[in-house]
């Protein structure tokens, strides 16, 4: 049987990222399915999704298709911000 693994609530991660490198992908995926639920909410095309969020249909399409990688915490924030919609950002000290 296997060893069981404790979750660190963050599926990056528990599929072995580094710390550092898991906690910014997170918030990546974290502004991402923003964007796609803004994009749904709306029902919006990825063309008019595109000229809504200042960036091209291409770019929708990778969102859509879910290339992470793609995409920085920056972008996401002013693709969200052409949305007309705001990010808060908290931080919090991890128990030592």
């Known amino acids: 049987m296997a060893k069981k693994h404790k979750s660190e609530q963050n599926i990056f991660r528990d599929v072995g990222f580094y710390a550092e490198e898991a906690g910014n992908l997170k918030v990546r995926a974290m502004l991402m399915t923003e964007v796609e639920k803004y994009i749904r909410t709306n029902q919006l095309t ?12 291409p770019r929708i399409s ?11 915490v920056d972008t996401l924030i002013l693709m969200l911000t052409h949305a007309g919609l705001v990010v808060f950002v908290k931080v919090r000290r991890t128990a030592a």
């Open 46 to 57: 990825q063309k008019q999704a595109a000229v809504r969020l200042g960036v091209t249909q």
């Open 62 to 72: 990778d969102l859509i298709r879910g290339k992470i990688g793609l995409f920085s």
